[in-house]
């Protein structure tokens, strides 16, 4: 017969409570993690008769916790990063050149220099097998704190990610926004103000994109209107596909711009805001990560790779 332990512990019952625990609501965790909301509140219902107190209850339509849901909470964040730091321990004492590295990019990001790079360290590290994850920012964020990924390539600096005590940045490149369009009337500025950009409908990332959302606090801080968005895309693929074809208006980073040179046609035109809008291209990890050394061999590689040629001149200069 299973202890009381074994039944808290003994499935994914305590990752179903983070993820309503961070939700705070039962549909949009469920979708999360690809289950049903029956399944959801079934298995939740279970914990609640394992410890036996109720962890969450309603007002109105609002889902809040109960004292005995934030101690379970605290527990279970306590007990992942027990987890997280016993695997990092183990990890440290392995081989720089076998294993597994698992890396998390950020869908909105130009990804060919990065892909180019894995090429080139598999050739010099035919042992260690990269697995590469394309993922929103909370999917990013969501695997850091599980352990699920060794490191994030994101954009910097995010405010959605509260607790930084564990993780460490390392810089990659410092990026400009670029305002672009296909308004003749525009086409030979230096700079574009953002209230010159309001006058056509725009093309977006989703709203809880990171750069859709560093556009949306830019014009709200300047007491703007926020652009007007009809059509959202996860990709600067699809984004700049859907300018060319429509004329709207968008925000696509330097780095996909210039990757794009050949490809943005003559009536296409790129400018930085004014002012501008910047942010950092960075790897993100939980700090003893870098101890492991298949993960430090592997930044180091990265490094080197960029100090030949730098990763935007790397993106001009692709095939």
């Known amino acids: ?18 993820q309503l625990s961070e939700t ?3 549909t949009q965790a469920s979708q999360i993690l690809g289950i049903t909301q029956p399944a959801l509140t079934q298995q939740i219902k279970k914990l609640e008769r394992t410890v036996g107190a109720p962890l969450f209850y309603s ?17 279970t964040q306590q007990i992942y990063e027990l987890l997280n730091k016993a695997t990092d321990e183990i990890q440290q004492s392995t081989s720089a050149t076998q294993g597994e590295i698992s890396i998390g990019l950020l869908s909105s990001i130009e990804d060919r220099v990065i892909e180019d790079f894995i090429t080139v360290y598999y050739r010099e590290h035919p042992d260690v097998r990269v697995t590469f994850y394309t993922l929103s920012r909370k999917e990013i964020w969501e695997r850091l704190e599980n352990n699920r990924i060794d490191l994030a390539i994101m954009y910097l600096p995010d405010d959605s990610i509260k607790n930084w005590k564990p993780y460490t940045a390392k810089s990659i490149m410092n990026e400009d926004l670029m305002f672009v369009h296909s308004n003749p009337a525009l086409a030979n500025l230096e700079q574009v103000r953002l209230k010159d950009t309001l006058s056509s409908d725009w093309v977006t990332y ?6 859709e959302q560093t556009v949306r606090e830019i014009y709200k801080n300047h007491l703007l209107d926020i652009p007007k968005s009809v059509a959202r895309f996860s990709t600067p ?8 074809q429509t004329g709207t208006f968008t925000a696509l980073p330097n780095s996909y711009v210039a990757s794009q040179k050949g490809n943005m046609g003559e009536n296409m035109h790129a400018v930085p805001f004014e002012p501008n809008i910047k942010f950092d291209l960075s790897f993100v990890y939980r700090k003893d990560k870098s101890e492991i050394p298949r993960i430090a061999s592997f930044l180091q ?19």
């Open 24 to 26: 705070m609501n039962y």
């Open 206 to 211: 989703p709203e809880t994109y990171y750069i």
């Open 1 to 18: 017969m299973k202890t009381t332990q074994e039944n808290i512990f003994s499935s994914k019952t305590l990752s179903y409570f983070l």
């Open 301 to 319: 590689a990265f490094d080197t790779y960029l100090a030949d040629k730098n990763y935007l001149t790397r993106l001009t200069t692709l095939d």
């Open 59 to 75: 007002i109105g339509k609002k889902l809040r916790m109960t004292d005995a849901g934030l101690t379970m909470l605290a527990t």
């Open 237 to 244: 693929n699809q984004i700049l596909r859907f300018a060319k």
